[in-house]
């Protein structure tokens, strides 16, 4: 049985359609850790969310990104589309290649969760080689076979195995 973090209880059970942005500055990837969710000790992805009912998928990566990691961006080419299936967690991941227009990163909050129940820790810029270290357990799977940053602009699919 899978033991889910109670502070991502409300992602369980249902399908989600997420958006992220893959933002490279200075040959680093900008990532979010979060808390654990399930098996691991952390989970370190690309900043996005999950969209609203009304939202258009570029607001969505625009207001994510934002509450996430306090940087503006201009939402670039759609880059693949990624499957997440780790039960009671599913969601299918629409990535897109972003460009920074403004403000300072730091480390974000979601307004959907309580102060005390928040997931995010940090947001960084990562080089490969830090990327690398990261136990694979703890980064999302995008992340675990680049051989550079530039493999991210020729993914074309990643489906649940």
Known sequence: MTI???????YADKVRLRV??????DDKLLLVRHQATIANNCFW?????????????????????????????????????????QPPLHAI???FEVQILGGQAATGYDP????DQQL??????????????????????????LINLDDLFGMTHQFAR
């Open 112 to 115: 959907e969760s309580p102060a």
């Open 120 to 145: 995010i820790e940090e947001v960084a810029f990562l080089p490969m080689s830090e990327i690398r270290k990261i136990p694979q357990p703890d980064k999302h799977k995008i992340l675990h076979y």
């Open 4 to 10: 889910l973090n109670p502070n991502a209880a409300a």
């Open 45 to 85: 992805a690309p900043p996005g969310g999950g969209l609203q009912f009304g939202e258009t998928v570029e607001a969505c990566l625009q207001r994510e990104f934002f509450e996430e990691t306090g940087l503006q961006v201009a939402v670039k080419r759609f880059l693949f589309l990624n499957e997440f299936l």
């Open 20 to 25: 992220s942005g893959i933002c490279i500055q």
């Open 93 to 95: 991941e629409l990535f």
